[in-house]
């Protein structure tokens, strides 16, 4: 079966930091471009960041560019979100998403690829 499972999500104060986890079962990670999503109570989901399949390149949203780093261990088949410096603005269900589509242009199209995969969601809350 396959399956994205997120993990790390929790309480944090603003301006501390938190790193989530999306673990892989069943498939590869390697060969899929992966996103973070978030979606905050009453509002839409958007898209956070992205590793591409190919060479892990990152991509962010604006809102996270300079808090956020995505990264991919393959050898745990888990793909990261550090997010640091969080604000209260911050607080949402936190996703993550496969896409085993082959992609050659991401740069801002990266939120509308074909995800197909897609983990339950981890909490995180932003509160002193």
């Known amino acids: 079966q396959l399956q994205l499972v997120e993990s790390g999500g929790g309480l944090v104060q603003p301006g501390g930091s938190l790193k989530l986890s999306c673990a892989a079962s069943?498939?590869?990670?390697?060969?899929?471009?992966i996103g973070w999503f978030r979606q905050a109570p009453g509002k839409e989901r958007e898209g956070v960041s992205c590793?591409?399949?190919?060479?892990?390149?990152?991509y962010y949203a604006d809102s996270v560019k300079g808090r956020f780093t995505i990264s991919r261990d393959n050898a745990k088949n888990t793909v990261y979100l550090q997010r640091n410096s969080l604000k209260p603005e911050d607080p949402a269900v936190y996703y993550c998403?496969?896409?085993?589509?082959?992609?050659?242009?991401?740069?801002?199209?990266?939120?509308?690829?074909?995800?197909?995969?897609w983990g339950h969601g981890t909490q995180v809350t932003v509160s002193s």
């Open positions: 590793v591409s399949s190919s060479d892990g390149s990152t």
């Open positions: 998403a496969a896409n085993p589509q082959v992609e050659t242009v991401y740069g801002s199209r990266w939120p509308l690829f074909p995800y197909a995969y």
């Open positions: 069943g498939f590869t990670l390697d060969y899929y471009s």
